[in-house]
């Protein structure tokens, strides 16, 4: 009998009959936590509002709030907000979103900052920014090469996200002007 054990391997097929919040990388499946806090709604919420109003101004980009993302026939992740430049169909994106948001929470960040920092760049997102509501700070990646690259870290100032088909100027004081 062999020493080595036995790793599952699950696919979307599975994924989809699952109850329960989950996401799928690479056929490990990982279970949600439970809903955001207070802080963590406050940043999503000033985030997606001010990327829709950005947005207004280019019609094949949209922003989307807690979708499922296909990535794979073994992945299947749910990013606070995305930036998508294409005509998604269907119940989730099937393509890799051009800008992907993930608030951090403590129970978030290690999948987060590692894995999904590593998911996302290998699948071609080419913006991932963390945002941390608790340090009023979001730390900025670029991919270039196939590697994120550190833009830099924002409070309050602006930095422009270079889409596909527009620019876009996120002013990152924004996120904590309620509090």
Known sequence: MSSQRLIEHYSVADYEIWEGDWELIHGMPLAMTP????EHQRASGAIYAQLSQLLDNCPECEPLYEIDVELA?????????????????????????????EVISRKTARRDEHTKLQLYAEEGVAHYVLVYPELKKAKVYRLVDGAYRKVGDFQGETHAFALSKCIIPFDFGRIWKRR
Request: proline share 12%; aromatic share 0%; with cysteine.
């Open 35 to 38: 809903s955001p806090g207070i």
């Open 73 to 101: 026939e073994d992945t299947v992740v749910r990013p606070d907000i995305l930036i998508t430049c294409d005509s998604p169909e269907g119940a989730r994106l099937t393509q890799a979103p051009e800008l992907i948001v």
